[in-house]
């Protein structure tokens, strides 16, 4: 009676690890770039940027995806949702060993899911909110038992996302300031050897990983350089072959694809889907006013920001959910806010919101706080204020430090409008819900609904599509959302980014998964 | 003997910096004459090299490099020479006090100047603008408070030697208070070191003030030769103008000041001059 999804992921080598090993060349060492040096390499605890560039490499997650974020096995060889989505079964493989040469069981994913991440995991959290027991029926089965259906676990089981940690070591004592916190232990394809503050971290093959013949490379040197423009000359003088997500300022990536050995590649953040926005203070006059904060959308170049501050490495937002989930079919255009006639449309709706232009030109003025991530936020601040002065906005602009700033935009509520840089995430539960759900309005909780608008259909929306486990079903419930958000336009969406990944053409298969830099470089070789 | 003016003005090094200073004094006074529209406004194609429609090129936004030159000789004087009025005032009156009381006073006060002193002068101003957020105001509020403690010692050396001097005695014995005696006997006897050090430490703002905006602390609506290097730095490479503008405007600039500093310093202290 119980008829059941059968989400059958047929051999998990065959799809991977089986390709014709032989035709790539093995050894070599891979040098990688990240920016900053990681405060730690426990992933498990944190979602800093620079951890899981190095960490993905050293852990396995359940699952691996594809371009098209569709789920491909890994640690995991298949996994069944029961037709009532309240159970997950996975069926782990029994070939696993961790660096220190234990088995991995259904006991470590068991302890990973409920005691580590679900309880640390600043994401996991939301993620595995709704599990309420992973059961372990043998060694190489575990269960996931859900009080709600909840699809987004399956799209954050990657080794960035949930890691899978061996139980017998991080199992042992506290988790959060755990010995093993800057010597990771995994089941991945590099083992951590050392790590040299201020310089490197080395990761050497692991002899024993389960895809037979891999990884190809002998090993893999994270090196952390400070200087910017030391860093685009290694790169460009090949003493460095990967470097990624702003590690590389992107003017010089521009730059560095033109050079004969090295490849510009904007594949790799299909994952992560960056949007650059303007968030509004909806409880302020006159940002309270929808036309208003359409008016600013209207207003904003994105295509001139996109070429003069990012370079090319981007494209218009067309609402608050990513194209790149297109393939998934979540995506939907809201309004456009790029039409030609963009100036007059906005120029109207000021009018029609009763802010006609004074003697002086200047229809109201405004404090433009600007995220502290670095000078493209400053140019980018720079346009809008040219932009908003067409249409009689004068803006003057405030830059902070980070903690102020986080203060002012997500404790106090003390400002007008923000930029803003917000991920959408593998899938728009973790990513897009934050912004602008009513639970998510929460004083002192940082990147998330920070322009305080909510409305009861919006969030019902959401509500449905978290629990739908149909994605074509799920897909329609966003398309409404979609259209709505954008009528409000509570946030401005400007434009995603497309993060340069720098590559050296000695190396192949480097960036192969929507992951990008955050991959595990397995299948990366020699030319 | 020769007078203050001929020895000053006898110096042609000292016309050199004087042209400078008065063709920048008045391109900062006349900016809005001279470029009326807004330095930030974007006005043509971004990275246009000098020569062309723009004398001086247009950076990466497409801002006009000569508009920004003249406003931000204004911004940058003024930030200067306010930071440096500042300074130069709280600077003489604790080094006035300490210097004429001595003692318990003068003890706590050069402690207090000297604590000042020995945190490194750049990093203080950072950490200042990073506690109270980048503006014109707070810059300059930043540069005169890592600034005075030199112009403290100055002062305090001079009054010590100018207190003993018997017309300062006779004061004393026609009975003049204390701040009359200090404001009209001693204080203007220790002008011309003051005068000297303070005109010095304007070329020290203009660089602490160009170093912060460099650094992304300089005030964001303001457009300063700081602010134009930080902004092109990124575009060295392929945009040299960008940087190789304002740099030579500030490096004129503070040579500027320290020509007619150096012929101050020589005209007010003929002897040393002769040496």
């Known amino acids: 009676m119980n008829r059941r999804f059968v989400l059958a992921l047929t051999l998990a080598a065959a799809a991977l690890g089986g390709l014709p090993a032989m035709a790539q060349k093995s050894g070599g060492t891979l040098v990688q770039i990240t920016q900053p040096e990681p405060p730690n390499l426990a992933p498990y605890i944190s979602t800093s940027a620079p951890i899981g560039q190095v960490t993905a490499k050293i852990f396995d997650g359940l699952?691996?995806?594809?371009?098209?974020?569709?789920?491909?096995?890994?640690?995991?060889?298949?996994?069944?949702?029961?037709?009532?989505?309240?159970?997950?079964?996975?069926?782990?493989?029994?070939?696993?060993?961790?660096?220190?040469?234990?088995?991995?069981?259904?006991?470590?994913?068991?302890?990973?899911?409920?005691e580590a991440l679900k309880k640390n995991h600043p994401r996991g959290i939301a993620t595995f909110r709704d599990v309420t027991a992973v059961d372990t029926p043998d060694p190489h089965t575990a269960i996931f038992r859900l009080s709600k259906p909840a699809p987004v676990i399956l799209k954050a089981l990657s080794s960035y996302e949930s890691p899978m940690l061996p139980k017998h070591i991080y199992g042992q004592g506290d988790i959060k300031t755990h010995a093993n916190a800057n010597s990771p232990i995994g089941s991945g394809p590099f083992r951590f050897v050392e790590w040299r503050r201020g310089e490197f971290v080395r990761l050497d093959k692991n002899p024993n990983y389960w895809r037979s013949g891999l990884p190809y490379l002998d090993r893999l040197v994270v090196r952390f350089i400070a200087d910017a423009s030391t860093r685009?000359?290694?790169?460009?003088?090949?003493?460095?072959?990967?470097?990624?997500?702003?590690?590389?300022p992107y003017n010089d990536a521009k730059k560095l694809a033109l050079r004969p050995n090295i490849e510009v590649s904007t594949k790799g953040?299909?994952?992560?889907?960056?949007?650059?926005?303007?968030?509004?203070?909806?409880?302020?006059?006159?940002?309270d006013n929808a036309k208003v904060r359409q008016a600013i959308s209207y207003a904003v170049d994105r295509q001139f920001a996109i070429e003069n501050v990012w370079f090319g490495f981007g494209k218009p937002a067309m609402g608050i959910i990513s194209s790149n989930f297109q393939p998934s079919g979540l995506f939907a255009a809201g309004?456009?806010?790029?039409?030609?006639?963009?100036?007059?449309?906005?120029?109207?709706?000021?009018?029609?919101?009763?802010?006609?232009?004074?003697?002086?030109?200047?229809?109201?003025?405004?404090?433009?706080?600007?995220?502290?991530y670095g000078e493209e936020w400053q140019r980018f601040g720079e346009i809008v204020q040219q932009n908003l002065a067409q249409i009689g906005v004068k803006v003057t602009l405030r830059y902070e430090d980070l903690p102020k700033w986080l203060k002012r935009v997500y404790t106090d509520y003390d400002f007008a409008v923000t930029s803003n840089f917000l991920f959408n995430l593998p899938d728009p539960v973790l990513g897009v819900h934050r912004g602008v759900h009513s639970d998510r309005i929460r004083p002192g909780t940082v990147f998330v609904n920070g322009s305080r608008w909510s409305s009861p259909e919006t969030d019902a929306l959401m509500d449905k599509a978290a629990v739908e486990t149909n994605e074509a079903a799920r897909g329609k419930l966003y398309a409404e959302f979609v259209q709505k958000?954008?009528?409000?336009?509570?946030?401005?969406?400007?434009?995603?980014?497309?993060?340069?990944?720098?590559?050296?053409?000695?190396?192949?298969?480097?960036?192969?998964?929507?992951?990008?830099?955050?991959?595990?470089?397995?299948?990366?070789?020699?030319e | 003997m020769k007078t203050f003016w001929s020895r000053f003005l006898g110096n042609p090094r000292v016309y050199l910096g004087l042209i400078w200073l008065g063709l920048l004094l008045a391109v900062a006074i006349a900016a809005n004459v001279l470029a009326p529209t807004d330095p930030f406004a974007i006005v043509g194609k971004p990275m246009a090299a000098p020569g062309g429609e723009f004398w001086l090129g247009t950076d990466s936004l497409g801002r006009n490099v000569l508009a920004g030159l003249i406003h931000g000789s204004r911004a940058t004087l003024l930030i200067a020479v306010l930071a440096t009025l500042f300074a130069v005032a709280f600077g003489t009156f604790i080094g006035a006090v300490a210097g004429y009381h001595g003692g318990l006073i003068d003890n706590v006060l050069m402690r207090f100047t000297e604590f000042f002193q020995t945190i490194p002068s750049f990093l203080f101003a950072i950490v200042l603008i990073a506690v109270l957020s980048p503006s014109a105001l707070n810059l300059v509020v930043a540069i005169a408070t890592v600034s005075w403690p030199p112009i403290a010692r100055v002062v305090r050396g001079e009054v010590l030697t100018v207190k003993s001097r018997e017309f300062v005695q006779a004061a004393v014995v026609a009975g003049q208070g204390d701040a009359a005696i200090l404001i009209k006997q001693v204080l203007p006897n220790t002008l011309s070191p003051l005068i000297v050090t303070g005109s010095l430490l304007i070329a020290t703002a203009i660089l602490v003030e160009s170093a912060l905006s460099f650094l992304g602390l300089g005030a964001p609506n303001l457009m300063s030769w700081g602010f134009m290097i930080g902004a092109g730095r990124s575009f060295m490479r392929e945009a040299w103008w960008l940087v190789t503008v304002p740099g030579v405007a500030i490096l004129l600039t503070v040579l500027a000041i320290n020509l007619v500093g150096e012929g101050l310093n020589d005209a007010l202290n003929p002897r040393l001059a002769d040496l």
């Open chain 1, 63 to 114: 699952l691996e995806y594809g371009f098209d974020l569709k789920p491909k096995p890994a640690l995991a060889e298949s996994f069944e949702v029961s037709s009532d989505g309240l159970a997950i079964t996975f069926k782990l493989r029994k070939d696993v060993k961790f660096h220190d040469g234990k088995p991995f069981t259904s006991e470590d994913v068991q302890f990973t899911v409920m």
């Open chain 1, 232 to 248: 685009t000359a290694a790169l460009e003088k090949g003493e460095a072959h990967v470097a990624g997500l702003g590690a590389v």
């Open chain 1, 269 to 287: 953040t299909e994952m992560i889907s960056p949007i650059v926005e303007l968030m509004f203070n909806t409880k302020l006059a006159p940002f």
């Open chain 1, 335 to 372: 309004i456009d806010f790029t039409v030609a006639d963009r100036v007059e449309r906005a120029n109207k709706l000021l009018d029609e919101a009763g802010f006609p232009r004074k003697a002086d030109g200047t229809r109201f003025e405004f404090v433009h706080d600007i995220t502290p």
């Open chain 1, 485 to 526: 958000v954008s009528e409000a336009s509570p946030v401005a969406y400007i434009l995603e980014v497309r993060f340069p990944t720098v590559l050296s053409k000695q190396f192949k298969n480097v960036i192969d998964t929507p992951l990008g830099i955050y991959g595990n470089f397995a299948t990366a070789h020699r």
